[in-house]
């Protein structure tokens, strides 16, 4: 990089926006609930942009758009999924579990939530949650070192190394400085930033080729299967792509956001304002992989051309570079950027909270002052964070397929586990125990052993979690009265509130 161009400054100025957000949230963290769920205090907008936001990494950006450029709309099935199971997850999920978490001594964290909604005196449940977090997030958090690596190596002409360095601090400097809060409004701010990157790269990518006839035409000539969501995809591939849907309910950074909802009353209309927002950057995102075939078809001689043949997960990176005027590439490419860091950034204060909340001060520092589990806390995001970049350091490394293990892990653990803690009073601490090995045991198995059958993990992992926790708990006791007393009155509030 010879000098700071206009699309460099840009850049730059927005990860100092991001700082400087940071450096505002920590005066408004006075404890450590502010620090990892922001006291509970986020309104319906803030709630439905961070939760998105922070869902769709880097992986739409850069992930997606990369599969449709291979493949074609068949790999549009795994948006569909997401949008079904998104809206599952508001509609079902959300509004219950933000009421069941306060009623359950102000549950700060799911290992701090299980233990106190199934009356686990031993906290076995809420060593084994926190052990599930770590495990996953650590390969999670690797998706998004990744992704940030290569933004990073793009932009600033960096190797491989170096690049995934800077990405790193970058986010950690405010996630450190700001916690929750400064996560929740970036997340806000990042979010619209995706929402309008992913609606004009295809559309200036359209307007470039010229029309819709020339494009299909240059579809056809690159991938005749492109145009086709099911010509040469098997069923059992199509139901592994719905399958992501499934993931929604068990994601710990998705899930916290729900829990830290000012009211159970925001929820409805965080949902609405939620789900416009993700089907747009889906349809964006998927957009910009399949125009995107049509563009590089018509100019395969200019360098970005062989750039996403080496690496089809920068197209939109690289269409952005040739398409757009430097200031605004600038922005564009920055909200690649957000999508990383709003991830990223959530995940990592998660895996914190769990270590600090469900490890540290439950079993090592019992009456540990807020200060301290604060600082705790922050040492913690840049220890994790370290972790994250040693598994990333392959420059070979795939954000998808980081994504789509760390999301199946959570889905088959967590997810039948928060369904059925909230919707089943008879659930028992042995059936969400067993449950939840089960569903973390299978996807690690399946991934390994029987990747050949093209069945994505999560779908055996989420069905035989499910079916462990319901036998599990009927064949034993049925839950002690103090735990049932507190579910009902959970439900009694959220039919309260609803109604």
Known sequence: MDSLNPTVVTFIFYIIAMVCIGLYAYRKTTDFSDY???????????????????????????????????????????????????????????GR???????????????????????????????????????????????????GARLFESIFAMD????????????????????????????????GLMIFALLLAPIMTFLAIGDLQHVNQLIEAARPQAASMFTGVSTIAIISSMAWGLGYFGQPHILVRFMAADSVKSIPNARRIGMTWMILCLAGAVAVGYIGIAYFQAHPDIPSAAIVAKNPETVFMELTKVLFNPWVAGVVLAAILAAVMSTLSCQLLVCSSALTEDLYKAFL?????????????????????????LLAMNPESKVLGFVSYAWAGFGAAFGPLIILSVFWKRMTLNGALVGMIVGAVTVILWKNTMADTGLYEIVPGFILSFISIVVVSLMGKAPQQDVVDRFEKAEQIYDREMN
Not at 374 to 389: D, E, H, K, P, S
């Open 36 to 94: 990892i769920l922001g006291g509970r205090s986020l309104g319906s907008f803030v709630t439905a942009l961070s939760a998105g936001a922070s869902d769709m990494s880097g992986w739409l950006l850069m992930g997606l758009p990369g599969a449709i450029y291979v493949t074609g709309l068949s790999e549009s099935w795994i948006a569909i999924g997401l949008i079904i199971g998104a809206w599952l997850n508001w509609y079902l999920v959300a």
């Open 97 to 147: 579990l933000r009421v069941h978490t306060e009623v359950q001594n102000n549950a700060l964290t799911l290992p701090d939530y299980f233990t106190s909604r199934f009356g686990d005196k031993k906290k076995v449940l809420r060593i084994i949650s926190a052990l599930v977090i770590l495990i996953f997030f650590g390969i999670y958090c690797a998706s998004g070192m990744v992704a």
């Open 160 to 191: 491989y190394t170096t690049a995934l360095w800077v990405s790193a601090i970058a986010t950690m400097s405010y996630v450190c400085i700001g916690g929750f809060l400064a996560i929740s409004w970036t997340d806000t701010f990042q979010a």
């Open 365 to 389: 520092r019992k009456n540990a002052s807020q200060k301290e589990l604060v600082w705790v806390g922050r040492f913690m995001v840049l220890a994790i964070a370290v972790l994250a970049i």
